[in-house]
């Protein structure tokens, strides 16, 4: 079992920057893919990005990309969401996530779940 826990959400404005931490307990964290998804207000809830356990390989969705960094610290049993350049789209609750997989972007390969922290980007 592992618990996950979201912190560093809050309200910024367009073109701002928020760095999201999730901290994990239970289980060795060093052995789990870990994973960043969001839920917009009325969509469902997709993929943002995904380390690796050794975090040498990482992917984000297109919508991120080049502006959201994941990264992760074994040491620390934390990952984070580094988010650049936000815009009100980004608007969500975000939720990391643990996997025993080599690395995924669907949720369903997702076994573990923190209870998200709320994203908002105003214009």
């Known amino acids: 079992q592992v618990q996950l826990v979201e912190s560093g959400g809050g309200l910024v404005q367009a073109g701002g920057s928020l760095r999201l931490s999730c901290a994990a307990s239970?289980?060795?964290?060093?052995?789990?893919?870990m994973g960043w998804f969001r839920q917009a207000p009325g969509k469902e809830r997709e993929f943002v990005a995904t380390?690796?356990?050794?975090?040498?390989?990482?992917y984000y969705a297109d919508s991120v990309k080049g502006r959201f960094t994941i990264s992760r610290d074994n040491a620390k049993d934390t990952v984070y969401l580094q988010m650049n350049s936000l815009k009100p789209e980004d608007t969500a609750v975000y939720y990391c996530?643990?996997?025993?997989?080599?690395?995924?972007?669907?949720?369903?390969?997702?076994?573990?779940w923190g209870q998200g922290t709320q994203v908002t980007v105003s214009s």
């Open positions: 996530a643990a996997t025993t997989i080599f690395i995924a972007t669907m949720q369903d390969a997702y076994a573990y």
């Open positions: 380390i690796r356990w050794s975090g040498g390989i990482t």
């Open positions: 239970g289980r060795t964290f060093s052995r789990y893919a």
